[in-house]
Every structure is written in structure tokens, then in C-alpha cells.
């Protein structure tokens, strides 16, 4: 059974930095692209970042590009993301997502999500 | 950046009835898009992508239809677990990939 489960969300001031944590089981991590997903509290889906199955195409959204970076390790099955400089509107659960195939960017799979507070 | 505009923004419907959700884009998207229900308190689950294609262990009850800028999902027979907030998402213009503001599925 596929699982992601996500760690290291708590609440931060502004200007600060998290890293996130999304450890997979139950497929196999190195063939996947995997993303980052965050949801605003009562609000939408914002894509945040994705990046390749071998960790060597990394993309990003505009609202995070420069402030946050996505890595991950195919010998660990875990997935992470480095948020720097914290905004006020990075407030959100982050969900780790399985993208569904090569190339394809929707989502079989998705974490229970992390929620990230950045206070002022 | 595609913008995915849905509509109602909140939807109520009797358990039994078919509901039909609408998504439309601001440049065609092909096939490429995806619909997810999200309940409170959990994540996103996949429910329709391609269009029409539906995800693994989604019931028959549900379907999508369209291509290029309209899009709609169709749930045929509401039960009591489909009441939920429902979101389309486009993959074929990418990055980003961009998701509708959402659907609230409400029981009548």
C-alpha cells in the first residue's frame, strides 16, 4: 500500500526557515517525480514545487522560487523541502504528492499533509 | 499561467440525484485534466484524469467529460460519501500545473 507521510510543520516566525520531510513506502520512490502541494487555511490547491525521479530537474512555483528547494533521497524513499525566508503567506498545509507518471503532473497519491504556520 | 475557473461554487444536491460540476479553462488543455475530491480534514484523492479516465477504485458513478476549455464531472446516483469539495486540475501547461478554486458538493 503506497504512504506518504509528511513531518516538520510547526509554527515559525517570519524570515525563518522549516524543512519538510515526506517520507514514501509501498512503491518505488526512485521512479516517481514527486511535488509539493500546499493549501492555504479555508482556501484552494497552490502547486509549490516538483521535482524528477533521479532529483535532477527541480521546478517551482513563482511564489517560492529563490526561497525554497526541493530535494530528495532515492535511498531513503524520503522527499524534502528547504523553506527559507518564511512569509506570512506560506501559511498553509503542505501535502507531498506522487506524481501518477512519468512526465504526467497529477497525483495518484498524497500525504496527510504538514501544516506550516509563519507568524508575524 | 492557465486559470481554471469552476462552477457553482457550491452545489446542493439531494442523496440519489446526479450532480454535474463544470470546469473551464482560460486556454485549451486538451485532455489534460483531473478532478479531485477533498473531505475535511484529509487530503485530495484522485478521482478522474484525461479527462475521463477514471482513478483507481472510483466508482462507477462517477465520470468526467470535455476537452480543450469545458470540462465536467458527473456523479450519478449521490451517496451520502460523495458530499465533499471537488477540484479540477490542469497538467497540460506546465509549470505550473493549476487547480480550480473548487466545488462544494452539499446535500440538500
Known amino acids: 500500500q503506497v504512504q506518504l507521510v509528511e513531518s516538520g510543520g510547526g509554527v515559525v516566525q517570519a524570515g525563518r526557515s522549516l524543512r519538510l520531510s515526506c517520507a514514501a513506502s509501498g512503491f518505488t520512490f526512485s521512479r516517481h517525480g514527486m511535488h509539493w502541494v500546499r493549501q492555504a487555511p479555508g482556501k484552494g490547491l497552490e502547486w509549490v514545487a516538483v521535482i524528477g525521479d533521479d532529483g535532477s530537474v527541480d521546478v517551482y512555483a513563482d511564489s517560492v522560487k529563490g526561497r525554497f528547494t526541493v530535494s530528495r533521497d532515492n535511498s531513503q524513499n524520503t522527499l524534502y523541502l528547504e523553506m527559507n525566508r518564511l512569509r506570512t503567506d506560506d501559511t498553509a498545509v503542505y501535502f507531498c504528492?506522487?506524481?501518477?507518471?512519468?512526465?504526467?503532473?497529477?497525483?495518484?497519491?498524497w500525504g496527510q499533509g504538514t501544516l506550516v504556520t509563519v507568524s508575524s | 499561467e492557465i486559470v481554471m475557473t469552476q462552477s457553482p461554487a457550491t452545489l446542493s444536491v439531494s442523496p440519489g440525484e446526479r450532480a454535474t460540476l463544470s470546469c473551464r479553462a482560460s486556454?485549451?488543455?486538451?485532455?489534460?485534466l483531473a478532478w479531485y475530491q477533498q473531505k475535511p480534514g484529509q487530503a485530495p484523492r484522485l478521482v478522474i484524469y484525461g479527462a475521463s479516465t477514471r482513478a483507481t477504485g472510483i466508482p462507477a458513478r462517477f465520470s468526467g467529460s470535455g476537452s480543450g476549455t469545458e470540462f465536467a464531472l458527473t456523479i450519478s446516483s449521490l451517496q451520502s460519501d460523495d458530499f465533499a469539495v471537488y477540484y479540477c486540475?490542469?497538467?497540460?501547461?506546465?509549470?505550473?500545473?493549476?487547480f480550480g478554486q473548487g466545488t462544494r458538493l452539499e446535500i440538500k
Open positions: 504528492a506522487r506524481e501518477h507518471s512519468l512526465d504526467n503532473w497529477f497525483f495518484d497519491w
Open positions: 486540475q490542469q497538467y497540460d501547461n506546465r509549470p505550473p500545473v493549476t
Open positions: 486556454q485549451s488543455v486538451s485532455s489534460n
